[in-house]
């Protein structure tokens, strides 16, 4: 099979690029060379990967977005290949992998948090314009045989919003490491860490993983946190907004009971260090995050609005409140760290999401295109 994956600006150890890297590494062991067409290769790249650099001059976001798209789609027709399969909201390709969900339903949930100015300037914002219009193109084109998608929640948001039929949409969730995530990292981590951040050995900790922070709901994380006694917050990840947040922590009294890290290379000694996730998030897609905090034996506590809401059984594992509802919140937090069963059977939900079953997957999806 010669497969395209399109990625315009492709970082090794990004969130979506991770999607993208099972995909890619599922086709190398099944003895195919798939080819990355971004604009620009990093050293760390795959070694089994081709690539190909596409990168035209642009002025503008919008010029950015429709330059490569249109260099791209001139590569493919050049080099026939047998699937085009695109991470960026662009019409013409075959398969679309929806690994950033859906922006019409992000605008719609970022609404709960805005006032009306703020709405209208999103309005008339002219990258929030060019997406949608790119989005409703991309799912308009006859040309799109499957989208894959990332979660339950991101199928039911293109049904919703672009009426695609249920047939051409398949689900296949993110792999997780469960080795290398595991409830051993809180002998191996937790006592050395919280000497460090100065938490004491036996407060109840709460760990926020991920940037983007108004999206991924740090700020509920924040409220939360001050609503639990005792409770102590870590905040794991950058966000140019970081100041806002700190003074929203100060604001609430937290002192010394929120620590921000900035972002880490390896979370694991955190997680170790934590007795649950939260992430009220507004939205998202999915969030790898959630499953190797889970692996690691804490219980995630997240939105209706989060793809990983599919793995949470709540009340169970974890739980699902509104990402508003900050005494809800507060009360799943206190029961999730009153049942230490839950981390047990956190990990338990997420075992069966192995590299080799989304590999497998992967493969019988392009099998079933390509006929």
Same mark, same amino acid.
């Given at each position: 099979?010669?497969?395209?994956?399109?990625?315009?600006?492709?970082?090794?150890?990004?969130?979506?690029?991770?999607?993208?890297?099972?995909?890619?590494?599922?086709?190398?062991?099944?003895?195919?060379?798939?080819?990355?067409?971004?604009?620009a290769w990093p050293d760390s790249g795959h070694a089994g990967i081709q690539h190909r650099i596409?990168?035209?001059?642009?002025?503008?976001?919008?010029?950015?977005?429709?330059?490569?798209?249109?260099?791209?789609?001139?590569?493919?027709?050049?080099?026939?290949?047998?699937?085009?399969?695109?991470?960026?909201?662009?019409?013409?390709?075959?398969?679309?992998?929806?690994?950033?969900?859906?922006?019409?339903?992000? &605008?719609? !949930? %970022?609404?709960?948090?805005? $006032? #009306?100015? /703020?709405?209208?300037?999103?309005?008339?914002?002219?990258?929030?314009?060019?997406?949608?219009?790119?989005?409703?193109?991309?799912?308009?084109?006859?040309?799109?045989?499957?989208?894959?998608?990332?979660?339950?929640?991101?199928?039911r948001n293109v049904m919703r919003h672009y009426g695609v039929a249920e047939d051409r949409l398949?689900?296949?969730?993110?792999?997780?490491?469960?080795?290398?995530?595991?409830?051993?990292?809180?002998?191996?981590?937790?006592?050395?860490l919280r000497e460090q951040l100065k938490i004491p050995a036996d407060a109840p900790v709460a760990?926020?993983?991920?940037?983007?922070?108004?999206?991924?709901?740090?700020?509920?994380?924040?409220?939360?946190?001050?609503?639990?006694?005792?409770?102590?917050?870590?905040?794991?990840?950058?966000?140019?907004?970081?100041?806002?947040?700190?003074?929203?922590?100060?604001?609430?009294? &937290?002192? !010394? %009971?929120?620590?921000?890290? $900035? #972002?880490? /290379?390896?979370?694991?000694?955190?997680?170790?260090?934590?007795?649950?996730?939260?992430?009220?998030?507004?939205?998202?897609?999915?969030?790898?995050?959630?499953?190797?905090?889970?692996?690691?034996?804490?219980?995630?506590?997240?939105?209706?609005?989060?793809?990983?809401?599919?793995?949470?059984?709540?009340?169970?594992?974890?739980?699902?409140?509104?990402?508003?509802?900050?005494?809800?919140?507060?009360?799943?937090?206190?029961?999730?760290?009153?049942?230490?069963?839950?981390?047990?059977?956190?990990?338990?939900?997420?075992?069966?999401?192995?590299?080799?079953?989304?590999?497998?997957?992967?493969?019988?999806?392009?099998?079933?295109?390509?006929?």
């Amino acid at each position: 099979m010669k497969i395209a994956f399109i990625r315009a600006r492709y970082n090794p150890f990004g969130g979506a690029e991770r999607f993208l890297n099972s995909a890619a590494e599922a086709l190398v062991a099944q003895g195919s060379s798939p080819t990355i067409i971004t604009r620009a290769w990093p050293d760390s790249g795959h070694a089994g990967i081709q690539h190909r650099i596409v990168n035209p001059r642009y002025f503008t976001k919008a010029g950015r977005d429709r330059s490569f798209a249109e260099a791209t789609l001139a590569l493919l027709q050049r080099e026939q290949f047998d699937l085009a399969q695109s991470y960026e909201r662009m019409a013409g390709c075959d398969v679309f992998h929806a690994v950033d969900g859906v922006h019409a339903e992000w &605008l719609q !949930q %970022r609404q709960r948090v805005q $006032g #009306g100015l /703020k709405r209208f300037g999103v309005q008339i914002n002219p990258h929030h314009r060019n997406l949608l219009k790119a989005e409703r193109a991309m799912y308009a084109s006859p040309q799109l045989k499957a989208v894959i998608c990332i979660s339950q929640m991101v199928k039911r948001n293109v049904m919703r919003h672009y009426g695609v039929a249920e047939d051409r949409l398949h689900v296949i969730y993110g792999e997780i490491d469960s080795e290398k995530f595991h409830p051993g990292l809180r002998a191996q981590h937790r006592a050395a860490l919280r000497e460090q951040l100065k938490i004491p050995a036996d407060a109840p900790v709460a760990i926020f993983v991920g940037s983007g922070f108004e999206r991924k709901g740090a700020a509920g994380f924040l409220a939360t946190v001050a609503r639990v006694d005792g409770l102590y917050g870590l905040v794991v990840g950058h966000d140019k907004h970081l100041p806002r947040y700190r003074a929203q922590a100060d604001r609430l009294g &937290l002192g !010394q %009971r929120v620590i921000f890290t $900035g #972002g880490i /290379k390896d979370v694991r000694p955190y997680y170790g260090a934590s007795d649950v996730y939260l992430m009220p998030t507004l939205y998202e897609p999915f969030g790898l995050v959630f499953g190797e905090a889970m692996a690691c034996g804490l219980p995630a506590i997240t939105s209706p609005q989060a793809g990983a809401a599919d793995w949470i059984e709540h009340g169970r594992n974890g739980f699902v409140v509104d990402p508003l509802d900050v005494d809800g919140l507060a009360r799943a937090v206190q029961a999730a760290i009153a049942d230490p069963s839950m981390g047990g059977r956190a990990r338990e939900a997420v075992l069966p999401y192995t590299k080799e079953d989304t590999a497998m997957q992967y493969g019988n999806l392009y099998r079933r295109l390509l006929g």
